[in-house]
C-alpha cells in the first residue's frame, strides 16, 4: 500500500508540480491552506507525512507545526516545512519545534522526493 503524503500550500503551482513527482510513489493529497488541512486531518484522514509552506493566508505555516506537533492525534506525523527565505534562525526554530526538515523554495523536485524516502520509506 501506498504511503500517504499531505501538502499544504497557497500557491497552486507547487501543488501540481509536488503531485506530479510525489504521485506516482505515494498517495498524494494537496490542499491549499492550513485550516482545510486540520479539517481533513479532523475528519480521519491521517497521512504519513506532512509538507507544510511557511507563509500562507488564514495560518501560517509555523502556527500548523506548533498545532500539529501538541495535538495527540498528530503529533507523529513527520513535517517538512517548505520556504522561499533562507533564514537559518527560522531553520532552527522549527526544527527545535519538531520539523523533520526545511527546505527552501524553489526546490529541485528530486531533492524533495529522496528526503521524503529517507523519513518515511
Known amino acids: 500500500m501506498k504511503k500517504k503524503i499531505l501538502l499544504v500550500d497557497d500557491k497552486e503551482t507547487i501543488g501540481k508540480v509536488a503531485g506530479i513527482y510525489l504521485g506516482k510513489d505515494y498517495d498524494f493529497t494537496y ?68 520539523a523533520e526538515d526545511y527546505i527552501l523554495k524553489p526546490f529541485n523536485p528530486l531533492e524533495l522526493k529522496i528526503r521524503i524516502k529517507k523519513i518515511i520509506d
Request: charged content about 25%; cysteine-free; glycine content about 4%.
Open 31 to 98: 490542499i491549499e491552506n492550513p485550516l482545510k488541512a486540520i479539517q481533513w486531518l479532523n475528519e480521519g484522514n491521517l497521512p504519513d507525512l506532512i509538507i507544510s509552506d511557511i507563509r500562507m493566508p488564514f495560518m501560517m505555516g509555523d502556527e500548523f507545526l506548533h498545532y500539529m506537533k501538541t495535538n495527540e492525534l498528530f503529533k507523529s506525523i513527520p513535517i517538512v516545512m517548505l520556504s522561499s527565505e533562507e533564514s537559518t534562525t527560522e531553520r532552527i526554530r522549527l526544527l527545535e519545534e519538531g
